[in-house]
């Protein structure tokens, strides 16, 4: 069970692998300041995109060989542990267009959410991975645990209007495409919100001014879940603005309350 409240307040979440004998490991938030030092690198977002992208949606650029993949590889610690090296070279190249083993990949990005040395684990022959100095073999639940408390921190939420539907016969696949395509068309044209922006807009739609370096020390959920509490707030504003108005007809209008709406629990 995770401690949402732990993890806004001190972004920090204790995970307690299977092992009792494996030392206790950290899943930290990163600080929006550590963020924008790493913006070269790039690893917020790669190891985000890493443990929080479905392989349906990997595969939503060809959704032909989505039904097959998904159904043999539920995640994608299964392919990295297939022995199937064209099928990892696939998935890498349609994620991040590099190549490298994805397990090498996987390693990397635990090592950036748990703040551990990325020298200190092995990738045994057996194809296990092993950190000595935790005493943690770590394995397809650590993996998946991982991905759930990354997916909370970074408020995750896959495109549906993206991901392929499941089963489609040949014509079905065929219109899937072109529909794809036009909405692929139609984000490449919308206006892409980098996170200077969101800060911009934090710092805007605060009722009192918050100075960068505050901002700085926020960890990536604070930060978010302020955004879209304001972003919830100014949108209920809006609405009885328009309840209110002389002219508007409200009779079929309900209005709601932006505070049922702010929670990081999925219910």
């Not at 939503?60 to 159904?71: G, I, K, T, V, Y």
């Not at 990892?88 to 040395?117: C, H, N, R």
């Not at 505050?214 to 509490?229: C, V």
């Amino acid at each position: 069970m995770v401690d949402y409240t732990q993890l806004l307040m001190n972004g920090v979440y204790k995970y307690q692998p299977k092992s009792e004998e494996t030392k206790q490991v950290f899943i930290y938030a990163p600080t929006i300041g550590e963020i924008i030092g790493d913006r070269e690198n790039l690893n917020f977002s790669v190891f985000t995109k890493l443990f929080s992208t479905s392989i349906r949606e990997i595969y939503s650029s060809a959704p032909e060989l989505a039904d097959m993949r998904e159904d043999e590889f539920p995640t994608l610690w299964d392919i990295a542990y297939s022995g199937n090296e064209a099928i990892e070279k696939e998935v890498v190249q349609l994620m991040f267009s590099i190549e490298i083993p994805l397990i090498a990949l996987i390693v990397q990005g635990i090592a950036y959410w748990t703040k551990t040395d990325v020298d200190d684990y092995r990738i045994l022959t057996n194809g296990k991975i092993v950190n000595e100095k935790l005493n943690w073999i770590v394995d397809k639940d650590d993996f998946i645990a991982i991905s759930d408390v990354v997916k909370i921190i970074t408020m995750y939420a896959p495109n549906e209007d993206l991901i392929p539907p499941k089963h489609m016969k040949p014509r079905q696949l065929e219109v899937w495409k072109k529909l794809y395509e036009g909405r692929m068309r139609q984000l490449k044209r919308r206006p892409v919100s980098c996170l200077a922006d969101k800060i911009l807009i934090l710092q805007i739609s605060a009722n009192s001014y918050i100075p960068f370096e505050e901002i700085k020390k926020m960890n990536y959920l604070q930060f978010m879940g302020l955004l879209k509490g304001y972003a919830e707030k100014e949108g209920d504003e809006k609405q009885f603005a328009q309840f209110v108005a002389y002219k508007f007809d409200s009779s079929k209008m309900k209005l709601t309350n932006w505070r049922e709406r702010i929670s990081l629990v999925d219910n």
